[in-house]
């Protein structure tokens, strides 16, 4: 009772000063084997439901999927192991780690366990966890399609020459050259994207899918919904996104400037609408999207190499139209302005 009396006193002082919390870095001290090494410790003692296994702070905060819960509630009850689908960024300047992994939540049967998604944020501060950021994708297909993977690509783990690195403020610049190039789609803005880049959401190639025995490969130029088929660039230049009509929150939550690696949490917005009518790169009038309001919550990872975006991993899953994130004000949450939320 005593932690919990001090979790909720403390909800409120966190609460009131968010803007100065993110404004906080973490001391350093915490090498990426660290961080990765909290991830771990933090899901063992969820699984075990059993708060006193991991190193928190006394002022901790925590949400899942956009809720502020209290330590030991949410996923804490249902967490029944760790998958072997295990992507992390570690951001060891700003002391905050971010990952997505396979996991298995409870089942009706208990020698069975349920297949969900997670995508999870921990800031490290003085060796205990001050913050916590839960998003569960609950979709048994969605887990399939990642497990079978076994481990994410080759290319997130990479590490880039040191004379080749960008700075923080670039990678983030690029990878939010992603979300404006999308959100104003039109086909006509310099999109920065690699000749090989690839995206992959909840497990699906999403992006130079090979084109299915007997059929032909879109046009661009005549095709009415953007296709899997088509490369990152020929997505965009086709204008055929343009009914994502907001993408908000644009929190970039780590990154990682050894590996070119930046994590974001955002949202897309589809209101439906008159937004579902818009004017194709070619100048043809489209209907597309949505028919009701509609909004994706997105953890997104980007491989930036050369100032070009070189792979795309994402997880998503519909909630609640105009859903915020729990950690933005309610103006910031419903801003497309790109928030580096660790600095």
């Given at each position: 009772?005593?932690?919990?009396?001090?979790?909720?006193?403390?909800?409120?002082?966190?609460?009131?000063?968010?803007?100065s919390a993110q404004s906080q870095i973490g001391n350093g001290e915490c090498n990426r084997q660290c961080l990765e090494g909290f991830v771990d410790r933090y899901l063992d003692a969820v699984i075990d439901n059993n708060p006193n296994a991991v190193a928190l702070a006394e002022i901790v905060r925590f949400t899942e999927n956009g809720q502020q819960l209290a330590i030991g509630d949410g996923l804490w009850n249902t967490l029944k192991s760790k998958g072997d689908y295990r992507l992390f960024v570690a951001d060891v300047p700003a002391g905050q780690i971010a990952f997505i992994g396979t996991i298995q939540e409870d089942h009706a049967n208990p020698d069975l366990g349920t297949g969900a998604l997670l995508a999870l944020r921990l800031r490290i501060e003085n060796d205990e966890i001050s913050e916590i950021e839960h998003f569960v994708a609950r979709s048994t297909d969605a887990w399939e399609r990642v497990s079978a993977f076994g481990s994410p690509r080759a290319a997130f783990s990479e590490v880039i020459p040191q004379r080749e690195r960008m700075s923080r403020s670039d990678l983030i610049a690029t990878a939010n050259m992603y979300f404006t190039g999308m959100q104003q789609n039109d086909g006509k803005m310099d999109y920065p994207f690699s000749d090989d880049c690839d995206r992959f959401e909840n497990g699906m190639h999403s992006?130079?899918?090979?084109?299915?025995?007997?059929?032909?490969?879109?046009?661009?130029?005549?095709?009415?919904?953007?296709?899997?088929?088509?490369?990152?660039?020929?997505?965009?230049?086709?204008?055929?996104?343009?009914?994502v009509h907001r993408i908000r929150d644009r929190r970039f939550v780590a990154v990682d400037q050894e590996r070119g690696v930046v994590f974001s949490i955002v949202f897309f917005d589809h209101p439906g609408g008159d937004t579902r009518n818009f004017t194709a790169a070619n100048g043809r009038d489209i209907t597309a999207g949505p028919t009701q309001p509609w909004t994706w919550y997105i953890a997104e990872v980007f491989k930036i190499e050369n100032s070009e975006i070189a792979e795309i991993e994402a997880l998503l899953e519909r909630v609640p139209y105009g859903m915020n994130s729990g950690w933005s004000t309610w103006e910031a949450g419903m801003s497309d302005r790109a928030q580096d939320v660790t600095m």
């Open positions: 009772m005593k932690f919990l009396y001090k979790l909720g006193a403390a909800l409120f002082i966190v609460v009131g000063s968010l803007s992006t130079n899918s090979p084109t299915p025995a007997g059929q032909t490969r879109p046009d661009p130029a005549t095709a009415s919904n953007y296709s899997r088929e088509w490369t990152c660039a020929e997505q965009f230049e086709s204008g055929l996104l343009h009914f």
